[in-house]
């Protein structure tokens, strides 16, 4: 009974810190991933769009898809805790020994080159004949993007997108090594004030899974409404019953 007591007075004593926590864990991977979401939205069209002929353009095109492609690959390629110390402390080495704010310093940190992949990969996954189809009937690149092709690509890889959500979640405990007051830098301050190391960290980790859940769950939700009714009929023909196709979804099997 000591250990739940112990856990009980973690929340009474402890909630501002444990509520200001959770409150800038979720406004960081929110922003975060937004953020990163309309960058992989920027970078995915640039880098799946025709070549142009013009040279000048060509040239930059190819430029400024290599320094994507840099971007996406050191971002790849490193862990994120380091990530944090460079930009941060690299941002005051050449600034002369001025800081970003805090809280900023989180959401370019979070918001890294993942989703740029998501994103070009969900365009390339459409059919070709789409976007042969958008250009025979006079659309441009553009056009074709944002009235064909990404409809279909959000619908998509909304499930990859809210995986990254919850990844962001958990990956920004790691921002405690700069000094952001997020939710497992409040874990270590509360556990130097009561010395109860385990019963901190087990509520800090409850925490954290009721936080992915709710937000797992909520995104599902989302999903199954962007799929639509589960029957629906096609009409063949506005003046004969005959042509109306009904069709019903199957339903997934579960293992």
């Given at each position: 009974?000591?250990?739940?007591n112990d856990?009980?007075?973690?929340?009474?004593?402890?909630?501002?810190?444990?509520?200001?926590?959770?409150?800038?864990?979720?406004?960081?991977?929110?922003?975060g991933?937004?953020?990163?979401?309309?960058?992989?939205l920027?970078?995915?069209?640039?880098?799946?769009a025709?070549?142009?002929?013009?040279?000048?353009?060509?040239?930059?095109r190819?430029l400024?898809?290599?320094?994507?492609?840099?971007?996406?690959?050191?971002?790849?390629?490193?862990?994120?805790?380091?990530?944090?110390?460079?930009?941060?402390?690299?941002?005051?080495?050449?600034?002369?020994?001025?800081t970003?704010?805090?809280?900023?310093s989180?959401?370019?940190i979070v918001?890294?080159?993942?989703?740029?992949?998501?994103?070009?990969?969900?365009?390339?996954s459409?059919?070709?004949?789409?976007?042969e189809?958008?250009?025979a009937?006079?659309?441009?690149?553009?056009?074709?993007?944002?009235?064909?092709?990404?409809?279909?690509?959000?619908?998509?890889?909304?499930?990859?997108?809210?995986?990254?959500?919850?990844?962001n979640?958990?990956?920004?405990?790691v921002?405690?090594?700069?000094?952001?007051?997020?939710?497992?830098?409040?874990?270590?301050?509360?556990?130097?004030?009561?010395?109860q190391?385990?019963?901190?960290?087990?509520?800090?980790?409850?925490?954290?899974?009721i936080?992915t859940?709710?937000?797992?769950?909520?995104?599902?939700?989302?999903?199954?409404?962007?799929?639509?009714?589960a029957?629906y009929?096609?009409?063949?023909?506005?003046?004969?019953?005959n042509?109306?196709?009904?069709?019903?979804?199957?339903?997934?099997?579960?293992?």
């Amino acid at each position: 009974m000591s250990f739940f007591n112990d856990v009980l007075n973690i929340l009474k004593q402890y909630y501002p810190f444990l509520l200001r926590g959770v409150g800038y864990t979720l406004l960081i991977s929110l922003i975060g991933t937004v953020a990163g979401f309309l960058i992989g939205l920027l970078t995915g069209m640039l880098r799946t769009a025709p070549m142009p002929k013009n040279p000048v353009r060509r040239f930059f095109r190819k430029l400024l898809c290599g320094i994507i492609a840099v971007y996406v690959e050191i971002f790849r390629g490193t862990p994120m805790m380091v990530q944090a110390m460079v930009i941060y402390w690299g941002y005051a080495f050449a600034s002369g020994g001025n800081t970003l704010p805090l809280i900023p310093s989180g959401i370019i940190i979070v918001s890294g080159a993942y989703m740029a992949e998501i994103v070009r990969g969900g365009i390339i996954s459409i059919d070709k004949g789409q976007f042969e189809g958008a250009s025979a009937v006079g659309m441009t690149h553009s056009q074709t993007m944002l009235h064909v092709i990404l409809p279909q690509v959000i619908r998509n890889i909304l499930p990859s997108v809210s995986n990254e959500f919850v990844i962001n979640i958990k990956d920004t405990s790691v921002l405690n090594v700069i000094g952001v007051t997020e939710l497992y830098y409040f874990a270590g301050v509360i556990k130097r004030q009561n010395f109860q190391t385990f019963q901190t960290y087990l509520v800090v980790c409850v925490i954290y899974f009721i936080l992915t859940f709710s937000v797992t769950r909520l995104l599902r939700f989302v999903e199954k409404k962007l799929d639509g009714d589960a029957n629906y009929t096609v009409f063949g023909s506005q003046s004969d019953p005959n042509a109306e196709i009904h069709i019903k979804k199957e339903e997934p099997v579960n293992d």
